[in-house]
């Protein structure tokens, strides 16, 4: 089937950026949107950028403008790059992309495993 691995989290100040990465593996035959969610501490997980295959973008009101989320069909990897970042935006990231693992299998939605990003001084 199909594997999604993050990378990129960690912690960083206020004002500072990050950029995460999702890399999809294993049995792809066709792609269509990618994005992120992400969740903080009792809070629910949240929607905040999609791509589609052909590029459109999609963003959350609370990081619009401040994150830019890309892809690179070839390599079937979505970016999200973070900048000014606040401590709001403390949350555990997930990447989600919704695959065809063979013609005749249906497309689904697979998940990362999810990635820390912590913003503190």
């Known amino acids: 089937q199909v594997q999604l691995v993050e990378s990129g989290g960690g912690l960083v100040q206020p004002g500072g950026s990050l950029r995460l990465s999702c890399a999809a593996s294993?049995?792809?035959?066709?792609?269509?949107?990618m994005g992120w969610h992400r969740q903080a501490p009792g809070k629910e997980r949240e929607l905040i950028a999609t791509?589609?295959?052909?590029?459109?973008?999609n963003y959350a009101d609370s990081v619009k403008g401040r994150f830019t989320i890309s892809r690179d069909n070839a390599k079937n990897t979505v970016y999200l790059q973070m900048n000014s970042l606040n401590p709001e935006d403390t949350a555990v990231y997930y990447c989600?992309?919704?695959?065809?693992?063979?013609?005749?299998?249906?497309?689904?939605?697979?998940w990362g495993q999810g990635t820390q990003v912590t913003v503190s001084s």
């Open positions: 294993g049995r792809i035959f066709s792609s269509n949107a």
């Open positions: 989600y992309g919704d695959f065809r693992p063979a013609w005749y299998i249906r497309e689904a939605r697979y």
């Open positions: 791509i589609t295959s052909d590029g459109n973008t």
